[in-house]
Every structure is written in structure tokens, then in C-alpha cells.
């Protein structure tokens, strides 16, 4: 069984920084695609950004690129998430998802393809 846990999330100003975290268990992390999508209420899952099993290659929303940063470390089963220059916009429930099956890359930008989601974390920006 695969589990994600995220942490980080928290209250900031508009321009400010936070760095979420997401802890998997399960074996063989590193072979899979991991990712973030966020959701605000009402709202349909928004994907945010996806990284290769290796971290080699990173996928970005465009309302997120170049202020958010993907990045994973294979050793400790972890994926973060580094967020910049927050926006009131940015405010939603953050989830970290890996992917159903492992080595593939293809369509990262879609709900279906991951099986597996954390519980969230809340990023709150106030302006």
C-alpha cells in the first residue's frame, strides 16, 4: 500500500515562500512519476506541476512557472514542491499524487493518471 503524506502548507503574505513536502512509503519511489495538483472549493483539481522518476524533466502549469520549482529525492522517498512569489491565487488545498504505473511519463497533466493522493495541505496567501 502506498502512502503520501504532505506537510508545509501554512498561512503567508503575498510575495512570500513556502516549501511543501511529500513523504512516500512503498517501494521502488524512484521508479515512478510523482506530482501536485491543488483544489480551491467549488473548483474542479487543478494540476500544478510533475516530475520524472529520475527529476530529470519537470512539467509546470503555466500559471505557475517560473515562480514554483519541483524537485524529488529519491534516497528519502520525498518530493517537494518550492513556491515563490505567492500569489492570493495560489490559495488552495495542495495534494501530492504518484503515478499508476511506473517509468511512464506521458500526459502528466491529467487527474486520471494518478493513482494515489495525499490527504493536502492547505496554502493560504492573504494579500
Known amino acids: 500500500q502506498v502512502h503520501l503524506v504532505e506537510s508545509g502548507g501554512g498561512l503567508v503574505q503575498a510575495g512570500g515562500s513556502l516549501r511543501l513536502s511529500c513523504a512516500a512509503s512503498g517501494r521502488s519511489f524512484g521508479t515512478y512519476m510523482m506530482g501536485w495538483f491543488r483544489q480551491t472549493p467549488g473548483k474542479e483539481r487543478e494540476f500544478v506541476a510533475a516530475?520524472?522518476?529520475?527529476?530529470?524533466?519537470?512539467y509546470y502549469a503555466e500559471a505557475v512557472k517560473g515562480r514554483f520549482t519541483i524537485s524529488r529525492d529519491n534516497a528519502k522517498n520525498t518530493v517537494y514542491l518550492q513556491m515563490n512569489s505567492l500569489r492570493p491565487e495560489d490559495t488552495a488545498v495542495y495534494s501530492c499524487?504518484?503515478?499508476?504505473?511506473?517509468?511512464?511519463?506521458?500526459?502528466?497533466?491529467?487527474?486520471?493518471?494518478?493513482?494515489?493522493w495525499g490527504q493536502g495541505t492547505q496554502v493560504t496567501v492573504s494579500s
Open positions: 516530475i520524472s522518476p529520475s527529476g530529470g524533466t519537470t
Open positions: 499524487v504518484r503515478r499508476s504505473e511506473p517509468f511512464t511519463t506521458a500526459q502528466p497533466m491529467r487527474v486520471s493518471e494518478y493513482s494515489y
